[in-house]
C-alpha cells in the first residue's frame, strides 16, 4: 500500500530494521551515510535499494530537511554504487517514488538502482 510522503518519520519501518541489524539485507555497499542491498523482489536482472542512514521519509523530507553532508553522501554513494557494479557504460536507472501517486510503500527515503537489460519506456503505458 503506498504511503503518504508527510507521515512523521515511523521507526518500526521495514528498512530502519534493517539500518539496525533487526532483519537481514543482501547489503551491497556501506558507508557513514548509505546502506546499499538488493531489493528482495527483483524488478531488472539488477536490482539494488540505496538508503541514507538518517531517518527520512521520502525525498522531499530529505531534500528539505538533510545537511548538504547527508545530501552529498546520498548523491555520491548512489553514483559509487552504480559505477563499482559497472552500470555506468551499458547504462541504468534511478527510480524514487514518492507519495500515494509516486506508490511509495517503504517510508523510509530509497533510491531504486535498475540494470541488467535494456529498461524500456519510462513508465508504464496505461
Ligand atoms: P517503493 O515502492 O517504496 O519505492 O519500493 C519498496 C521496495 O522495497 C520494493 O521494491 C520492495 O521489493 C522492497 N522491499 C520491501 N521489503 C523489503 C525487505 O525486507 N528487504 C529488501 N531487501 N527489500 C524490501
Do not use: C
Not at 547489503?27 to 542491498?37: R, S
Amino acid at each position: 500500500m503506498a504511503i503518504d510522503a508527510t507521515q512523521p518519520y515511523d521507526d518500526d519501518n521495514i528498512f530502519a530494521k534493517i539500518l539496525r541489524g533487526e532483519i537481514p539485507n543482501k547489503t551491497v555497499y556501506e558507508n557513514d551515510y548509505v546502506l546499499a542491498f538488493h531489493d528482495i523482489n527483483p524488478q531488472a536482472p539488477h536490482h539494488i535499494l540505496v538508503i541514507p542512514k538518517g531517518k527520512y521519509v521520502s525525498w522531499d523530507d530529505f531534500s528539505s530537511a538533510a545537511s548538504e553532508a547527508e545530501i552529498a553522501g546520498f548523491v555520491r554513494g548512489v553514483g559509487h554504487v552504480a559505477r563499482a557494479a559497472g552500470m555506468v557504460e551499458p547504462g541504468y536507472r534511478l527510480l524514487a517514488n514518492i507519495g500515494q501517486d509516486g506508490h511509495q510503500e517503504v517510508p523510509h527515503l530509497h533510491v531504486h538502482i535498475f540494470a541488467g537489460k535494456p529498461l524500456g519506456p519510462m513508465l508504464a503505458r496505461s
